[in-house]
Nanobody, 125 residues
Framework: QLQLVESGGGLVSHGGSLRLSCAASGTVDYNQVAWFRQAPGKEREGVSCIKNRGGATAHADSVKGRFAISRDGAKQTVYLQMNDLKPEDTGVYFC???????????????????WGQGTQVTVSS
């Protein structure tokens, strides 16, 4: 099994910043991690992803230029740095992991087998 624990969520004002963390533990092999979010009344959407080896990343158009994803391999932790936050960024943020067979990562939800419980991010206007 693979356990993923998110942290770092909270309440922030429009234009503020937050850094989310996703700590992984367990015996399952994985090579990519992604962040997803779900706003109230909406479907879950992919935000950003990163490959363990090579560090390839991808971002949703809605967060390009504002969010950055990175990882600390020694800590098995992936970070999502969120800058210039907007009220529409509000939602529960989940991290997910899987073993992907390509050099690039994906923010397609169906590709991920392991999920964390989520952390709430609220951006006030």
């Amino acid at each position: 099994q693979l356990q993923l624990v998110e942290s770092g969520g909270g309440l922030v004002s429009h234009g503020g910043s937050l850094r989310l963390s996703c700590a992984a533990s367990g015996t399952v092999d994985y090579n990519q991690v992604a962040w997803f979010r779900q706003a109230p009344g909406k479907e879950r959407e992919g935000v950003s992803c990163i490959k363990n080896r090579g560090g390839a990343t991808a971002h949703a158009d809605s967060v390009k230029g504002r969010f950055a994803i990175s990882r600390d391999g020694a800590k098995q932790t992936v970070y999502l740095q969120m800058n210039d936050l907007k009220p529409e960024d509000t939602g529960v943020y989940f991290c997910a992991a899987t073993y992907g067979h390509y050099s690039y990562c994906t923010i397609s939800e169906r590709s991920y087998a392991y999920w964390g419980q989520g952390t709430q991010v609220t951006v006030s206007s």
